[in-house]
Every structure is written in structure tokens, then in C-alpha cells.
T-cell receptor
């Protein structure tokens, strides 16, 4: 099972681009990379998912290098409401099912 | 449509009592998941259901924990003889199918406090 490592916390200011990197050195061939966002007193919310190269949606971009041993979530022009915990997950569709959530990255966006 | 709902939102109980937590997944979602989140910690996987069966229960912390799902919909997580270390937020999620690539939609959680 691929374990993930993320920075514990990050600080930023409104309007800046924020990049959060996740390490997953033992990612398996079938594994996808998924990022979730969690606000206090709420359940996690899906942000983006990818397998390789780059994925972009209306909220964020996900950059995955060729070796797939890491991934970077990019949040363009953050606002105060982006203050949350961001989780990187790695998982596949194998029968021994377990999702692994790490401790996440606490992003604080300052005015 | 309605999202994942959980009840109760808060539960305070005394040590040694049994508690039952309920999860109503999004209609049509065949996969259902239970997680636990202790204060300031990440999420801990407990169990997942595909339909009414639970292929993997290995995340349940002890035999005091059990879960069932009936009719491929509602699920209940039961904790017997609660202990103080069981205090946490219990989160339920559902997805359209069992594939990990499927987006999991989380409920608001049940905050359990064991006195």
C-alpha cells in the first residue's frame, strides 16, 4: 500500500498560487492519485484526481511527473476560503481495499 | 440531489455503553465507507461495503466495532462497550461503485464523545 508524505502546514496570502507536494515513493502501477479538501467540522470534499502528467479542473491543477513518485496540487490565486486541510491519497482498484489518508497539509491563507 | 447524511450529528455517551451510528448514502451509490477521525488527526479507514457485503473489515479497531448495511443502502456502525479512546468523528462516504477512482462523497460526520 502506497504511503504518502505531505508538509504538515503551509502559509500563503490571498491571490497567490499555492503548490502542495505529496510524496508517494512506492506507488503501484494501478494506483491513482486523489486530493481532498476538508474544512473544520465537515467531511472531506473531492478536489481532483489523476494518473499521470497533468490534470486541470475549475478548482485546481494536478501535476504528476513521469516516475509518479510525487504529485503537486496547484491552487491558483487562493482566497481566504481556501484555508483548509488538503489530503493526498493513493489507491487502486485491487481487492484488498483500504484507502489511506495521511495527516494532510494545513493551508492557512492570510489577507 | 441529497448528499450523504449521518445521524446523530453529535453523540455523548458514558463509558461502557453501546452506540449506533447511522449513514444514508447517496441514492444509487453501491459502495459505502466508514472512517474515523480523531481530533487534529487524519482519517482512518474502518470498513467498506460493496452492496450489502463488506469485503474488508480489517480496519475495524477491535471486535467491539461492527457494521452492517441492509438493502444496499443505509449502514449502521455499532460500537459496543464504548471506551474513551473511541471518542472521534465518524465519517461515512459513498461512491457510485467500488473503484478507488470513483469520487467518494462524504457526510458531515457524527462526533462521538465517550465520557
Amino acid at each position: 500500500l502506497a504511503k504518502t508524505t505531505q508538509p504538515i502546514s503551509m502559509d500563503s496570502y490571498e491571490g497567490q498560487e499555492v503548490n502542495i507536494t505529496c510524496s508517494h515513493n512506492n506507488i503501484a502501477t494501478n494506483d491513482y492519485i486523489t486530493w481532498y479538501q476538508q474544512f473544520p467540522s465537515q467531511g472531506p470534499r473531492f478536489i481532483i484526481q489523476g494518473y499521470k502528467t497533468k490534470v486541470t479542473n475549475e478548482v485546481a491543477s494536478l501535476f504528476i511527473p513521469a516516475d509518479r513518485k510525487s504529485s503537486t496540487l496547484s491552487l491558483p490565486r487562493v482566497s481566504l476560503s481556501d484555508t483548509a486541510v488538503y489530503y493526498c491519497l493513493v489507491g487502486s482498484m485491487d481487492s484488498s481495499y483500504k484507502l489511506i489518508f495521511g495527516s494532510g497539509t494545513r493551508l492557512l491563507v492570510r489577507p | 440531489g441529497a448528499g450523504v447524511s449521518q445521524s446523530p450529528s453529535n453523540k455523548v455517551t458514558e463509558k461502557g455503553k453501546d452506540v449506533e451510528l447511522r449513514c444514508d448514502p447517496i441514492s444509487g451509490h453501491t459502495a459505502l465507507y466508514w472512517y474515523r477521525q480523531s481530533l487534529g488527526q487524519g482519517l482512518e479507514f474502518l470498513i467498506y461495503f460493496q452492496g450489502n457485503s463488506a469485503p474488508d473489515k480489517s480496519g475495524l479497531p477491535s471486535d467491539r466495532f461492527s457494521a452492517e448495511r441492509t438493502g444496499g443502502s443505509v449502514s449502521t456502525l455499532t460500537i459496543q462497550r464504548t471506551q474513551q479512546e473511541d471518542s472521534a468523528v465518524y465519517l461515512c462516504a459513498s461512491s457510485l461503485s467500488e473503484g478507488r477512482t470513483d469520487t467518494q462523497y462524504f457526510g458531515p460526520g457524527t462526533r462521538l464523545t465517550v465520557l
